[in-house]
């Protein structure tokens, strides 16, 4: 069974940076196609980016596309997100997915506000 800790949030500067991390335990992540998503309060969870086993194909929502950058490093099983020039529409929680053959794995969040 597939574990993920999400790590890295916290309080930031409009236009700033922050990396989130994801640790994942119990199984090798290279297995599993990963993604970022993120719930704004009052919101619905959206997807923000995703990158298949390999990252030979990343995918990012228009909102951040430019800004934040998905990677994944399979022999430490880490997945992560930089998010540079933030906003404060950014302002979320952040989860870390794996997913593959139907089977679904979540991370419980980070939080990342965005404000000044």
């Known amino acids: 069974q597939l574990q993920l800790v999400e790590s890295g949030g916290g309080l930031v500067q409009p236009g700033g940076s922050l990396r989130l991390s994801c640790a994942a335990s119990?199984?090798?992540?290279?297995?599993?196609?990963v993604a970022w998503f993120r719930q704004a309060p009052g919101k619905e969870r959206e997807g923000v980016s995703c990158?298949?086993?390999?990252?030979?194909?990343?995918n990012y929502a228009d909102s951040v596309k430019g800004r934040f950058t998905i990677s994944r490093d399979n022999a430490k099983n880490m997945v992560y997100l930089q998010m540079n020039s933030l906003k404060p529409e950014d302002t979320a929680v952040y989860y870390c997915y794996a997913g593959s053959w139907g089977m679904d794995y979540w991370g419980k969040g980070t939080l990342v506000t965005v404000s000044s």
């Open positions: 990158a298949t086993t390999r990252s030979d194909i990343t």
């Open positions: 119990g199984s090798s992540l290279d297995r599993y196609a």
